[in-house]
């Protein structure tokens, strides 16, 4: 940790926030695999999840919703969750701008694109198109920002976010096309339903594929993570300092691409998630703190885990997750937002 | 023409051979040969538009020049990695970002980004800067004097043998403007070069420094130390200018036209 800009009283006050908000989860997590349509006491969760380790008698029962339907949703939820969380806060870190996240760099539609063209022709799986949408994505408005760039002399960041948002747009109307190109009766719903986003077909499955994509990400990230505050000094000042600021960006967007990518192919566009938990994180951090990675990653993970929990308990129809996260993240992340001008 | 060089035949910290800087292929000043040697202050003097931030960014590699070249202990610029360039160099920009949420500790921890190693010189530098007060407040929250201290001991923890400084006393009160030049006359005395822009030509006299005069012409001059004339002064400002000697110290004082 040798740039961690934390000092021990900050790191223990920092260390505590962590720590509840792990608590947190691990009682969301709980709770999640208890509520649903098919109700189970908590008793039988935990009978269910030691069920998990040993084998189990064949048959139909409790433990097995737990074990083959919640269980599995419940991590995919987590993992979306904390790597959209951590996607967007790299992204605010290395664009040093509190609006940044992996939708304004064009990321989130790219990979979406992609999917939707791959559902559209069937050619090959969505998940691949996802990722092959989305890293292309990033690599073009990547190289373009510094073509523009290191022309124009304006600010890089400013420039690689303009282009971000410009190709996101077109990769949205991209996106439309496909709707209206699709079939009404066969593949047209499929596309729709896919694109509101939803946890509900995730299982082990989705949660093997988000695996790798997102153990690659943040391998990534624990060697960036100690780099990217140099950052924050501005790129010509960062420069100076001994920084390669065009590659420490360029790795910070294939993390966040990697990272996206993957949500986006399991879960759909549920992007807003990342732009505002860096904020709450922050909001929530002892100030001298200013990139609270593990914490975006938690109150990411038990975001998710507790709106597709929501989702799938409060009726009979699964309501999408992107709406119940607005429902219930927006009044949230302004009363924190209000709350820490005040203070 | 060109600028006279100085100590010629010591090997040279930096050298410019026919440098001209500029934007968009719009040369901002005549070419010019310059030797900075270790140890030595420089002071950038002329108008506002002239040319010295722009010089300074091109000495630091954070532009390229229009032409000519610029050369770092005998190696290209271009040559050289950001670590290596930074390990010569350190800058204070004239308008520095202030990060967010950053302790004064954790803004000279990123000094140290080159070589960990670095990360010992922190309570020497923040006693340098006389700062070890601050060591746990927001840098967001200290004064605009107290900011620039702290920017300026973020750039010597770097351990660079030249501090390249935009303008550093450039919006600040009398006191702090007159606190920060006294600390770049210590930091001279520790032996580190500074290079810096400033519109106080006294600000040459006050280091021992040499000059490096920007004239309206294009052309660009140098003083060694203690040579400025306030003819000199007026023929880069376009204002008349009076020496003065006050309580034995040199002064130069514009006198309006």
Request: net charge neutral; glycine share 10%; with cysteine.
């Amino acid at each position: 940790m040798v740039l961690d800009a934390n000092r021990p009283p900050l790191q223990r006050a920092y260390t505590a926030r962590v720590g509840v908000a792990g608590l947190t989860l691990a009682l969301l997590f709980v709770i999640a695999l208890a509520s649903g349509r098919v109700p189970v006491a908590i008793s039988d969760v935990f009978s269910a999840l030691s069920g998990l380790v040993q084998p189990h008698p064949a048959g139909f029962s409790t433990a097995d919703v737990v074990a083959q339907l919640r269980v599995p949703r419940a991590l995919v939820a987590m993992l979306i969750g904390a790597a959209l969380a951590v996607s967007g806060l790299c992204s605010q870190v290395a664009l040093r701008n509190p609006l940044a996240a992996p939708d304004v760099l064009g990321v989130s539609a790219g990979a979406a694109l992609g999917a939707c063209i791959a559902i559209l022709t069937g050619s090959f799986p969505p998940v691949l198109a996802a990722f092959v949408g989305g890293m292309a994505i990033a690599l073009l408005v990547d190289t373009a920002a510094r073509h523009v760039g290191a022309r124009s002399g304006r600010d890089p960041v400013l420039v690689l976010i303009l282009i971000g948002v410009s190709v996101g747009a077109l990769c949205a109307a991209g996106i439309t096309l496909t709707k209206w190109w699709a079939d009404p009766f066969s593949k047209g719903p499929t596309l729709t339903f896919w694109l509101a986003g939803g946890l509900g077909n995730a299982g082990w499955r989705e949660v093997g594929l988000l695996l790798v994509p997102l153990a690659l990400a943040l391998g990534l990230l624990l060697w960036l993570k100690q780099k990217l505050p140099i950052l924050e000094l501005g790129d010509e000042v960062a420069a100076s300092a001994g920084a390669n600021v065009t590659a420490l960006r360029r790795l910070a967007l294939v993390a966040i691409s990697l990272a996206t990518a993957a949500t986006v192919a399991v879960g759909g566009l549920l992007g807003w998630l990342a732009l505002i938990v860096p904020h709450l994180a922050r909001a929530l951090s002892p100030p001298g703190v200013a990139q609270p990675w593990a914490l975006s990653a938690l109150l990411g993970a038990a975001l998710m885990l507790a709106v597709d929990t929501l989702c799938r308990s409060v009726s009979d129809v699964e309501l999408p997750p992107g709406v119940v996260l607005a429902v219930l993240g927006v009044p949230g992340f302004l009363w924190v937002l209000l709350r820490r001008a005040r203070l | 023409m060109g600028v006279v060089a100085w100590g010629a035949g010591v090997s040279a910290l930096i050298e410019t051979r026919q440098l001209v800087c500029g934007f968009g292929g719009r040369a901002l000043h005549q070419p010019v040969d310059l030797e900075i040697h270790a140890g030595e202050s420089w002071v950038l003097l002329g108008a506002n538009g002239a040319g010295k931030s722009t010089l300074l960014r091109t000495l630091l590699g954070l532009q390229a020049p229009i032409s000519g070249s610029v050369h770092i202990e005998n190696a290209p610029l271009t040559t050289l990695t950001s670590a290596q360039k930074a390990a010569i160099l350190a800058y204070v920009p004239q308008r520095a970002l202030i990060p967010e949420g950053l302790t004064v500790e954790a803004l000279l921890r990123l000094g140290a980004y080159r070589d960990a190693a670095l990360l010992a010189n922190i309570p020497h530098v923040l006693e340098q800067v006389n700062a070890s007060v601050w060591r746990e407040r927001l840098v967001t929250e200290l004064s605009g004097g107290e900011q620039q201290r702290v920017l300026i001991a973020r750039a010597l923890v770097q351990g660079a043998k030249v501090l390249v400084l935009d303008e550093p006393t450039a919006h600040l009160d009398i006191a702090s403007s007159q606190e920060i030049t006294a600390l770049l006359v210590q930091i001279c005395a520790a032996g580190i070069s500074v290079i810096f822009s400033s519109h106080d030509p006294n600000d040459a006299l006050r280091l021992h420094a040499k000059t490096l005069a920007f004239l309206p012409s294009g052309a660009i001059e140098s003083f060694s130390e203690n040579t400025l004339t306030a003819a000199d002064l007026a023929r880069i400002y376009s204002v008349p200018f009076l020496a003065l000697a006050l309580d034995g110290r040199h002064r130069f004082i514009p006198h309006e036209r």
